[in-house]
C-alpha cells in the first residue's frame, strides 16, 4: 500500500497531461501487483521464506506420496473388493458390503470407503483412483499440522513438525494404502487443528468464537469414528485437557463448551449407528465382525474394548477363547526383535517396551526419543508461565495425545497391527518441532543447548538401533547418522563459539536427525504393499510377510486362473461363495463377479446362516462354493498363526473350526489330499443324497435358526452348536454336492 501512495502522491504533484497520468497509473498498477505478490509469499507479520518453504514441503510431499500409485496393485483386497462394490451398489457404498448383492459388511465403519467409493464412481475404480484420495489427505494432513503448530510455536516449529509426519515410514506407507487409518488421521489432525483455533478465538459469534470451533472438532471427531471407530478417540483426553487448562473462560464456560463439542460429536457419529440399527436387518447387509448384526456392538467390542482387553470374539458362532499374545520363547524360530504385528493377536508382547520393539519401532519411533525430551524440556520451561500460555498448551495437546495413545496401543492385547503407530506420529512430529523451535530460540544458555545435543544424540543413537535391525539394507547409514549426530551436538554445544554459523548449524542437526526416518521412508515407498498387515521399510524388515503378501507370507491378490474362468461363467447372483474374506475379495477383483464371504473376514461371523445359504441355494442364487483345502507345517496345524488356536489367517478358507468334533488330523480317514477329493470323485454326485427334493437337509445344524435333522447325516459329532456356521454350510454341502479339485481348492458345484 506504501508504493501505491507514493505513486499516486508522485502524480498528483506532477500535475502532468495525459502522458503522465498514463505513467502513473501504470507505476500504480505494478505497485499493486507486486503488493499483492508479496502478500501472497509473506502475509504480514510471517517471514518470506515461510510460505514458499510451506509450499516446497507440500508439494514434495504430494510427489512422495502420489509416486507410482497406478501400479501399486489393490493394497488391502479386503477394503478394495469393497470399494469396488461401492462403485457398482448406492447401498453397498453407503454400509460399505463387502459384494456389490450386500451380503455382509466389512469390519469397519465406512466413511473412508465413501471417499474412496465416490472417487472410483467419478474417475473409474481403478488403483489410482483408489489410492489418490488416501495420499491427498495425508497432504492435507501435513498442512493441517504445520497450520496448527505455527499458531503457538511459530513458523519454523510448524515446518519441522511438518515434515516430521511426511517423512515417518509408517505415515508414508498409509497414505498410499487404502485402509481407512488414512482418512482417520487428517480427521484426527483437523480435530486438533480447530481445537488450537478454539482457545485462540476470540469472536462473540457462535462460528467465529471458541465454542464454534470446538463444536467443529466434536463433529471431525465424530466422523473419526466413522472411519475407525474407538480408535480415533484415543486423542479425546489430550484435546479436553488443553480446552481444560488454558480455555478462555471460567470453568463453567469451558466445561458448558466441552459439552457443546460431545454432542456434536455423539450427532455426527451417532447419526450412522442409528441409521443401521433402525434399518431393517433383512434389507441390509449383516454388519461384519459383530456377533449380533449391530453396528454399535462391533464398536464397543470388536473395534473397542475388545482390542484392548482381548476379549473379543471377532465374529459369530464357534467362537474360541482368545489366547495370549504368545511370548518370543513361544514362537517356534521366532526373532524377538523381528515379531509382527498381524491377524489374530500376533505381535509383540503387550508392554511398556512394546513400541521399541521390533519392526513396530521401525515404523515409527524414530523421533520419539527427541520428542520425550522436547515434552520434558518444554513443560520445565513453561512450569511458571500463566495458565492461558500457548506454548504449555501446545505441549499439553500434543503430549496428552501422545501419552495417551501411546499407553493404550503398548497394552492393546489382541488383533495388534503395527501400522496402528501412525496414530503416534503427529504429536510426536509437533513436539519435537516445538521442543526443537524454543531450545533454539534460548541458544544461549548452556542448558538450552545441552538438550539440544541430547535430542541429536538420542536421535542418532536410535537411528542406529533401528537400522542395525536390517543390517544388510544400507549398512553404512547407521554409522554415517551416529557420526552426524555427533558433530551436530557438538556443533550445537559450540553455537556462541560459532558467530555467523548459527542458522547452518540448526539447519545441518535438523537433516541430520530426519535423514534415517526419510531414506527408510523413500525404501517404503519404493515397495508395493499388499495384505491385511503392511510393514514399512525395506523388504528384508517383514518378517513373515512382504510385498504382495498377507501375514503370514499368503500371496495376495492373485486367483487361480481356472476358478477366476469359473467364476466368471457363473450368472447366479452370487457367482460362488467362499468362507472368508481372501478368496472372495481377490476373486471379485479378479472378475467383477459378486461373490458371497461365507463367515465374514475370518469365516466365524454368522452370515449367512445355515438356513439362508440353503435357501439361497434353492433359488439358484449361489454358483458354486469354494472351500480351501488346510495345509499344515510341522509343528503348525490348523492355519492359525502360532500360539494363537482357532484363530485363522485373514480370510483363509479352511474345512472346520480347529478342534470341532470329527475335525480330520492329518493321515486321518477321509483327511482329503491335495489334488483328491474329499467326498466324492471329481465331479461326481454324492450318492444316496438330492438336495432338490429336500433329502440331506439332515445336515442342518442347530443353534442358527435351521430346521432339525439327524445330525449324523452330516458326518459330524453331537456338538454342532459349538460350530461356526461356515462348518455347519460347509459340512452341509459337502454332504451334497459334488466336488472338483482345482489346486488346494474344493469347488463345489450348487447347481449340478
Known amino acids: 500500500m506504501s508504493t501505491i501512495t507514493g505513486v499516486a502522491g508522485d502524480a498528483a504533484s506532477s500535475g502532468g497531461g495525459d502522458a503522465s497520468a498514463g505513467e502513473s497509473n501504470s507505476a500504480a498498477s505494478e505497485g499493486r501487483r507486486g503488493s499483492r505478490w508479496a502478500t501472497l509469499i509473506a502475509p504480514p507479520g510471517r517471514p518470506r521464506w515461510e510460505r514458499p518453504a510451506t ?6 510431499t504430494a510427489v512422495v506420496y502420489l509416486w507410482g500409485l497406478g501400479g501399486a496393485g489393490w493394497g488391502n483386497g479386503y477394503y478394495a ?51 489418490a484420495p488416501q495420499a491427498l489427505m495425508g497432504v492435507a494432513a501435513v498442512a493441517l499440522l504445520i497450520a496448527a503448530v505455527r499458531r503457538w510455536a511459530g513458523p ?20 498410499r494404502f487404502n485402509n481407512p487409518d488414512a482418512l482417520m488421521l487428517l480427521l484426527l489432525v483437523a480435530a486438533a487443528y480447530c481445537t488450537v483455533r478454539a482457545i485462540d478465538a476470540r469472536g462473540e459469534r457462535f462460528w467465529s468464537g471458541s465454542t464454534g470451533w470446538l463444536v467443529g472438532a466434536g463433529v471431525l471427531m465424530g466422523f473419526g469414528f466413522l472411519a475407525k471407530m474407538m480408535q480415533a478417540f484415543l486423542v479425546l483426553p489430550g484435546l479436553t485437557l488443553v480446552v481444560l487448562v488454558a480455555g478462555a473462560g471460567g470453568w463453567r464456560t469451558r466445561t458448558t463448551q466441552l459439552v457443546s463439542a460431545g454432542v456434536a460429536l455423539v450427532l455426527s457419529a451417532g447419526w450412522y449407528v442409528a441409521l443401521v440399527e433402525w434399518w431393517p436387518a433383512g434389507s441390509r447387509p449383516y454388519i461384519g465382525g459383530s456377533t449380533s448384526n449391530s453396528l454399535w456392538e462391533l464398536a464397543v467390542d470388536y473395534n473397542g474394548l475388545g482390542r484392548v482387553l482381548g476379549n473379543q470374539h471377532g465374529g459369530g458362532g464357534g467362537h474360541a477363547p482368545t489366547p495370549p499374545t504368545p511370548t518370543p520363547d513361544q514362537v517356534p524360530h521366532a526373532d524377538p526383535s523381528q515379531m509382527r504385528g498381524g491377524f489374530g493377536g500376533f505381535g509383540s508382547r503387550p508392554g511398556l517396551t512394546r513400541l521399541f520393539s521390533g519392526e513396530l519401532a521401525t515404523e515409527f519411533s524414530w523421533l520419539l526419543p527427541a520428542a520425550l525430551i522436547a ?12 495458565r492461558t500460555d500457548r506454548l504449555r498448551a501446545g505441549l499439553l495437546l500434543w503430549g496428552g495425545w501422545l501419552l495417551v495413545t501411546a499407553a493404550v496401543l503398548s497394552t492393546m492385547s489382541r488383533s495388534f497391527h503395527s501400522y496402528y503407530a501412525m496414530e503416534l506420529v503427529p504429536p510426536m512430529a509437533a513436539l519435537v518441532g516445538i521442543g526443537a523451535t524454543q ?26 538401533v533401528l537400522l542395525h535391525r536390517t543390517p544388510e539394507w544400507l549398512p553404512w547409514l547407521r554409522w554415517t547418522l551416529v557420526a552426524l549426530s555427533v558433530v551436530a551436538a557438538a556443533a550445537l554445544l559450540l553455537t556462541p563459539k560459532l558467530p555467523g554459523f548459527g542458522l547452518a548449524i540448526g539447519l545441518f542437526a535438523l537433516l541430520a536427525g530426519l535423514l534415517g526416518p526419510t531414506a527408510y521412508t523413500l525404501e517404503t515407498v519404493a515397495q508395493v504393499h499388499n495384505g491385511g498387515s503392511p510393514v514399512a521399510g525395506p523388504p528384508s524388515s517383514r518378517h513373515g510377510g512382504g510385498p504382495g503378501q498377507y501375514a503370514g507370507g499368503q500371496r495376495a491378490g492373485v486367483a487361480d486362473p481356472q476358478i477366476a474362468d469359473l467364476v466368471k461363467g457363473s450368472d447366479s447372483r452370487w457367482a460362488a461363495a467362499a468362507i472368508g474374506a481372501q478368496d472372495v475379495s481377490t476373486l471379485e477383483l479378479s472378475t467383477g463377479k459378486a461373490l458371497l464371504a461365507v463367515g465374514g473376514f475370518s469365516g466365524r461371523d454368522d452370515s449367512p446362516t445355515l438356513a439362508r445359504f440353503q435357501q439361497y441355494v434353492d433359488d439358484h442364487q449361489i454358483g458354486y462354493l469354494l472351500v480351501r483345502q488346510r495345509q499344515q507345517e510341522p509343528g503348525q496345524g490348523n492355519d492359525t498363526q502360532p500360539g494363537t488356536p482357532n484363530d485363522t489367517q ?44 429336500g433329502e440331506g437337509r439332515g445336515a442342518q445344524q442347530g443353534g442358527t435358526g435351521a430346521q432339525g435333522g439327524d445330525p449324523q447325516q452330516s458326518g459330524r459329532g453331537d456338538s454342532e452348536a459349538d460350530q461356526s456356521t461356515s462348518d455347519q454350510i460347509t459340512a452341509w454341502v459337502k454332504a451334497n454336492y459334488p466336488v472338483t479339485v482345482i489346486g488346494n481348492v474344493e469347488v463345489y458345484n450348487l447347481n449340478p
Open 439 to 464: 531450545l533454539w530460540q534460548r541458544r544461549a544458555h548452556f542448558a538450552a543447548r545441552g538438550t539440544l545435543a541430547a535430542m541429536s544424540l538420542a536421535t542418532g543413537g536410535w537411528s542406529f
Open 156 to 175: 519454523t516449529a510448524g515446518l519441522i513438525a511438518g515434515a516430521g509426519l511426511a517423512m515417518i515410514p509408517v505415515a508414508a506407507m498409509m497414505f
Open 375 to 386: 515434552l520434558i524440556a518444554g513443560l520445565w520451561l513453561t512450569r511458571r508461565q500463566p
Open 81 to 131: 473388493a469393497a470399494v469396488q462394490s461401492g462403485t457398482r451398489s448406492w447401498k453397498a457404498l453407503l454400509f460399505a458390503s463387502l459384494d456389490p448383492q450386500n451380503s455382509i459388511t466389512v469390519d469397519k465403519p465406512p466413511a473412508a470407503m465413501w471417499v474412496m467409493g465416490l472417487s472410483g464412481r467419478i474417475f473409474g475404480f481403478n488403483s489410482w483412483s483408489m489410492f
Open 650 to 693: 485373514p480370510g483363509t478358507l479352511n474345512d472346520t473350526q480347529p478342534g470341532a468334533p470329527n475335525d480330520t488330523q492329518p493321515g486321518a480317514p477321509n483327511d482329503s489330499q491335495p489334488g483328491q477329493p474329499n467326498n466324492t470323485q471329481s465331479g461326481n454326485p454324492q450318492s444316496g443324497h438330492n438336495p432338490r427334493n
Open 55 to 60: 509450499l516446497t514441503l507440500l508439494t514434495a
